[in-house]
T-cell receptor
Framework: QQPVQSPQAVILREGEDAVINCSSS?????VHWYRQKHGEAPVFLMI?????EQKGHEKISASFNEKKQQSSLYLTASQLSYSGTYFC????????????FGKGTKLTVNP | GAVVSQHPSRVICKSGTSVKIECRSL??????MFWYRQFPKQSLMLMAT?????????EQGVEKDKFLINHASLTLSTLTVTSAHPEDSSFYIC?????????????FGQGTRLTVV
């Protein structure tokens, strides 16, 4: 039931772009994206709901392919502050609101 | 915005003792809250779903007698790690979603770093 994230790690130079993918074998109701820095709690980035609604930060964009149960997070013009581990959390249909998280993608942005 | 508060942030306890962790939703009500455990450099692993006024739902492989969960009100859930052992040392974190808002995001507490010595 755990979603699969790829890649496991990405290293960028400041200003470069990155895409992080998340896929599930289950029919999804929503996909949530979070960024976590070492020793801290995850911070909400984006939620994508079945049916097309999205909520999140202005500078973050993402997509959700409901048929393929896949989501992608797009990080453009990366900044040093984007460094951290990105997790997707998936909520399956009829899953009582619980989120199951992927193993994470570690993003490092260098000057 | 909505905030989830978790306490304590750090605790060190002796092997064999019990530790209670509190999770509060500060400005919204949550009929369910979720408890996760995270080992270093690993993912957030869902342990259980805390249900207000009823028994918690545990994920496969999680010992319900060891990790006691109580959800006595719409804003408070507690996790008690009983008879803690060094292998229980981990980062425990709770989350909650506003049950009134459709498609609400999950807010996380600050997390509790438990060290059992």
């Amino acid at each position: 039931q755990q979603p699969v994230q790829s890649p496991q790690a990405v290293i960028l130079r400041e200003g470069e772009d990155a895409v992080i993918n998340c896929s599930s074998s289950k029919a999804l109701y929503s996909v949530h994206w979070y960024r976590q820095k070492h020793g801290e709690a995850p911070v909400f980035l984006m939620i994508l709901l079945k049916g097309g609604e999205q909520k999140g930060h202005e500078k973050i964009s993402a997509s959700f392919n409901e048929k393929k149960q896949q989501s992608s997070l797009y990080l453009t013009a990366s900044q040093l502050s984007y460094s951290g581990t990105y997790f997707c959390g998936t909520e399956i249909e009829g899953g009582s609101e619980k989120l199951v998280f992927g193993k994470g993608t570690k993003l490092t942005v260098n000057p | 915005g909505a905030v989830v508060s978790q306490h304590p942030s750090r605790v060190i306890c002796k092997s064999g003792t019990s530790v209670k962790i509190e999770c509060r939703s500060l400005d919204f009500q949550a009929t369910t809250m979720f408890w996760y455990r995270q080992f270093p450099k690993q993912s957030l692993m869902l342990m259980a779903t805390s249900n207000e006024g009823s028994k918690a739902t545990y994920e496969q492989g999680v010992e319900k007698d060891k990790f006691l969960i109580n959800h006595a009100s719409l804003t408070l859930s507690t996790l008690t790690v009983t008879s803690a052992h060094p292998e229980d040392s981990s980062f425990y974190i709770c989350s909650a979603r506003d049950h009134i808002i459709w498609g609400a995001e999950a807010f996380f507490g600050q997390g509790t770093r438990l060290t059992v010595v």
